[in-house]
């Protein structure tokens, strides 16, 4: 990976990010490479595990420019990821979850966002095993990939603030998800 260090303007810090579309099965996934990260295990971007932070694609013809990205900023980049750093480590130590969760989703036809109503439906072995790794590592989302559902196979990730699995496609498509400890507790 290349990195460059921010064009600074006057009093302001001017960064600069391709946005790429990368051919699916093109790339490899590769943990954090910060050097100023100091434990690898805290997660750099809250959204992604540690391991899945950057994307390694070796042939130019599998990226496609699709935008480019400008952010101005006051904090120099050095301070703002050493602040990031701290304010990680403090999720990070807040562990989540004391035992074992099992994970489930409401299947309800009714309403997908009422407890009232729910039909809970456990997450397959696979997804349980990725949506416990992603929660106990403070991370705010899971991207599962594609669920099969009773209308279809669509992809989906699961947003821990809300407690909602939110179809990629069409964000509208929501429904509650929960965390129950397997001796019965339950985290909403």
């Known amino acids: 990976p290349y990195y460059t260090y921010p064009h600074k303007d006057g009093d302001k810090y001017v960064y600069c990010v391709l946005q790429v579309r990368v051919r699916p099965g093109s790339f490899k996934c590769s ?55 701290e ?34 439906t456990r997450y397959e072995e696979k997804h349980q095993r990725k949506l416990e790794e992603a929660y106990k590592g403070s991370l705010v989302a899971c991207y ?11 992809q989906y990730f699961v947003d821990f603030e809300k407690m909602e699995q939110i179809r990629c496609s069409e964000n509208s498509r929501r429904r509650r998800v929960r965390r129950r400890e397997e001796c019965g507790y339950i985290d909403e």
């Open 31 to 85: 943990g954090n490479t910060l050097r100023s990260w100091k434990n690898k295990q805290i997660p750099y971007d809250l959204n992604f595990p540690p391991d899945e932070l950057q994307w390694e694609v070796s042939h130019k013809d599998d990226l496609m420019v699709t935008g480019v990205m400008m952010r101005r900023g006051t904090i120099d980049p050095t301070e703002e990821v050493q602040q990031r750093y």
């Open 87 to 120: 304010k990680h480590s403090k999720l990070y130590a807040q562990k989540r979850g004391t035992g074992k969760g099992v994970w489930e989703w409401n299947a309800s036809s009714q309403s997908t966002l009422n407890d009232d109503v729910a039909v809970w």
């Open 144 to 154: 599962l990939g594609v669920l099969s559902t009773g209308i279809g196979q669509f």
